[in-house]
């Protein structure tokens, strides 16, 4: 039923992925139990132009890389046996829906952009603009491979929360105000702090062994997700340079020129979107880091409160010293680490590279 359940949530994402051959070998059969069968992955006429025109590095990663999506499915799976019961079934369709408005909301825009690309350069007809649109393939696929790893870091960050959770239950004994720090549209909202354990535990989970567990689970899954968008990631933050250097210039040309407004407009949503593109993806990370820290923080209160007498203060420390010893951060190709502050260290060599541009200009 889990198994289910996770692929309705993932099936949206999956079914654009396959379409430009960026999905997995193999998918979840919702029809058979526990069974990973194998699919064609795309047309030939879909899988043509993606290797002719779509980036050519996340094309060969994938290649790599591609066997690693059902094996980041069953260890989310995995984890959902434990932390959720069989009713839960409303947080898939809630992940369902928030993955899709994601490629709605992406792809209207994307479209756009490009269609104001299109009309900038003098292409009034519709040939001459799906021609260009062609040409922007890479650019698209940047897109997908971005929604792919976004919704991965958000499935983990959702089931970290779950963890807290079920941490702070035990930290205020008469469950007051258990959950203040979410937000009214994320799944964990829905989960009732009066019943929480009869409703969102099983009954098993009962030992601090099992959060370790589960943890040691959601950790396996963060390293495939790490290293399976490792090289996208950097080609998305080599893009986003590129972009946001040309894009800055060119926009500051047009508008102290006074004669190409329109121009300029484009050119500064162009350079929005890849910063704000980025920016998405750093603050899904940033989150997942700061809610695998509160881990610590949680447990130390347990640890504090006098009431509790079903975890020892060893079984504790030494979940303490698992979540010190197996951060949960995103550092592709260990380069550097995706968060905040890279966003942070990314506006301000942008800023410089264009200053620097406008100077010999």
Request: glycine content about 2%; proline content about 1%.
């Given at each position: 039923m889990v198994e289910v359940n996770f692929h309705l949530s993932v099936k949206p994402l999956f079914l654009l992925?396959?379409?430009?051959g960026l999905g997995p070998v193999s998918s979840f059969n919702r029809y058979q139990r526990n069974i990973y069968t194998r699919h064609q992955l795309?047309?030939?006429?879909s899988f043509i132009c993606t290797i002719f025109l779509a980036c050519l590095i996340n094309l060969l990663n994938n290649i790599f890389v591609r066997n690693n999506f059902p094996r980041i499915f069953s260890k989310f799976c995995e984890a959902d046996k434990i932390l959720l019961s069989k009713s839960d079934g409303i947080i898939y369709r809630r992940e369902r829906l928030v993955s899709i408005k994601d490629i709605m909301i992406l792809v209207i825009i994307t479209v756009f952009t490009q269609i104001g690309f299109s009309w900038m350069n003098g292409f009034?007809?519709?040939?001459?603009?799906?021609?260009?649109?062609l040409e922007q393939l890479p650019f698209f696929l940047?897109?997908?491979?971005?929604l792919q790893f976004k919704f991965w870091v958000r499935q983990l960050n959702q089931r970290l929360k779950i963890i807290n959770n079920y941490l702070v239950k035990h930290t205020n004994h008469h469950q007051a105000e258990i959950i203040k720090s979410f937000r009214p549209n994320e799944v964990?909202?829905?989960i009732d702090c009066k019943d929480i354990s009869s409703r969102y535990f099983v009954k098993h989970l009962k030992d601090i062994q099992w959060l370790r567990y589960v943890y040691s689970v959601l950790f396996e899954a963060k390293q495939l997700v790490n290293s399976t968008y490792a090289v996208p990631n950097v080609c998305q933050l080599i893009t986003c340079y590129v972009t946001c250097v040309g894009a800055l210039y060119w926009g500051i040309h047009a508008v102290?020129?006074?004669?190409?407004?329109?121009?300029?407009?484009v050119y500064f949503v162009v350079c929005s979107y890849a910063l704000l593109l980025l920016a998405w993806v750093l603050l899904?990370?940033?989150?997942?880091?700061?809610?695998?820290?509160?881990?610590?923080?949680?447990?130390q209160k347990?640890?504090?409160?006098?009431?509790?007498?079903?975890?020892?203060?060893?079984?504790?420390?030494?979940?303490v010293s698992q979540v010190r010893d197996t951060p949960i951060e995103f550092s592709p190709c260990g380069l550097f680490t995706l968060n905040l502050s890279l966003l942070c260290s990314t506006i301000g060599v942008i800023c410089t590279y264009s200053v620097i541009m406008l100077q010999i200009g």
């Open positions: 992925s396959s379409r430009f795309s047309s030939i006429l009034h007809s519709i040939v001459h603009i799906l021609i260009y649109n940047n897109t997908i491979v971005t964990v909202s829905f102290s020129s006074h004669t190409g407004q329109i121009q300029a407009t899904n990370c940033h989150m997942a880091c700061e809610e695998a820290n509160k881990i610590i923080v949680y447990i347990v640890i504090a409160n006098p009431s509790f007498t079903q975890f020892t203060e060893d079984e504790l420390m030494k979940f």
